[in-house]
């Protein structure tokens, strides 16, 4: 029988939720006890299935063809939902990406690019993501003694790579930084800036048809030129699917790394004898890659929509119904993880939702862990410690994002 209170529905679709991280986990964790595939009608928004556990969203994903990814997969309000379908002339989404396909549509255009991102592909990128790390922990040093670890660090370093693999020129950071935290910026005024999701997408739009059109007179080998002159069914790639494409890997491809990077080094300050035991011992850098992905937990949510009538953990879902997927909850199950609350930096097994699961996890995942990979020996070799030299600051933002401000204090090694 249901006993929560109506108010967290509310607070479930609150962007201001996941800008406190106490409160956003103490939800999640009522929530897995008491209804964990709960039905949540938010004031203003449509009604959906808020699916908490991790074995239960394993059910879910593993499905494909039961629980789709259209026609809903974000949580927007019905008012910004009747917005994007008045500016898009009726269709649901802003753009239409890898987590807005289904079926064979998903899989011939993840394939576009698929090659890209194996370790395979990853590994000839190593030396130049290599020295991209160390020109991030050069910036880190010559910054310090005190700086701000997301904005003058974490922030830039994904960037380059992600701009490095789409060939994309250095004097575009900025511009890219900027459009990219106004895309993810969620509802917090400090992040959006007086920008927005949609004017954010435009201004990605603008950018990207530019270089698009560049490429295709003058193609290069990387995937910018990939995407503008790719073809499906023998035609050329549509310009809402081609643009669609370029904003997914710009976006989430740098943001997510750092929101990562950025809460892993906080959760290793909170966490002083892990920094130790890491920096005492290198070979521990993967594992604890795994473990900051689970604790930061960057993507909150995807949406699923059933395409028939099942039954999960006893609760009867309806053909049409939408659920939403909480990683961060299915990351802190007890029933998944021992101690889900405790940073371990070896955690093994570390089954984290972190990336997805299935057909549809992160096309971009041996690229991120690489990254941070090299990004965090470097930091354990030059620097002797970090600590806070004042509050760090989460976005307010229910779908992507994690620290906005992270000011912290260096003693270089």
């Known amino acids: ?17 996941y800008g406190d991280q106490g409160r956003q986990h103490e939800l999640f964790t009522q929530l897995r006890a008491e209804d964990p595939v709960h039905w949540t009608e938010p004031q203003g928004y449509r009604p959906f299935w808020l699916v908490t556990k991790h074995a239960d969203i394993i059910e879910v ?49 993840r394939q ?20 991209l790390a160390k020109r991030s922990v050069d910036d880190l040093l010559a910054r310090g003694p005190e700086l701000d670890f997301y904005n003058d660090v974490a922030s830039w370093f994904p960037l380059r790579v992600i701009m490095l693999i789409l060939g994309l020129p250095a004097s575009d950071e900025e511009r890219l930084l900027r459009i990219t935290q106004a895309y993810f910026g969620g509802s917090d005024p400090e992040v959006q800036r007086g920008s927005d999701l949609i004017r954010a997408t435009q201004d990605y739009i ?14 290069t080998d990387d995937v910018a030129s990939l995407i503008a002159n790719s073809q499906i069914d023998g ?24 929101a990562t990077a950025a809460g892993g080094l906080l959760a290793l300050m909170q966490h002083p004898e892990e920094w130790a035991r890491l920096k005492a011992n ?49 990351n802190r199950d007890e029933e998944m ?25 992160c096309l971009g995942m041996f690229l991120a862990k690489t990254e941070l990979q090299y990004l965090f020996r470097e930091l354990i070799a030059r620097v002797d410690s970090f600590e806070l030299a ?24």
């Open 390 to 413: 004042g509050q760090p600051a989460w976005v307010q933002t229910s779908f992507v994002g994690g620290l906005k401000r992270l000011p912290v204090r260096v003693r270089a090694a």
């Open 61 to 109: 994903e593993k499905q494909q063809d039961l629980f789709i990814n259209a026609p809903r997969s974000k949580l927007f309000s019905i008012e910004f939902e009747q917005e994007i379908k008045q500016l898009m002339q009726g269709r649901p989404h802003l753009v239409k990406g890898l987590p807005q396909m289904d079926g064979l549509e998903h899989k011939t255009y």
């Open 112 to 131: 576009l690019t698929q090659a890209w991102f194996q370790p395979k592909q990853v590994r000839q990128l190593e030396e130049r993501i290599a020295t």
């Open 235 to 258: 035609k050329p790639i549509g310009h809402y699917e081609a643009y669609s494409y370029y904003i997914a890997l710009a976006s989430a491809g740098h943001d997510t790394t750092s």
């Open 206 to 219: 603008a950018y990207f048809d530019g270089i698009s059109e560049e490429r295709r007179r003058n193609p």
């Open 282 to 330: 290198p070979a521990l850098v993967p594992a604890a890659i795994d473990e900051m992905v689970r604790w930061v937990s960057p993507v909150k949510h995807f949406f699923r929509t059933a395409t028939q009538d099942y039954t999960l953990r006893g609760k009867q879902i309806r053909a049409g119904d939408h659920l939403l997927m909480a990683y961060p909850s299915a």
């Open 1 to 17: 029988m249901q006993t929560l209170d109506r108010s967290i529905d509310d607070a479930i679709a609150d962007p201001k939720t």
């Open 337 to 361: 993880f021992d101690s889900p609350f405790s940073f371990r930096i070896d955690r093994n097994p570390n089954r984290h939702l972190g990336f997805g699961y299935g057909a549809h996890a």
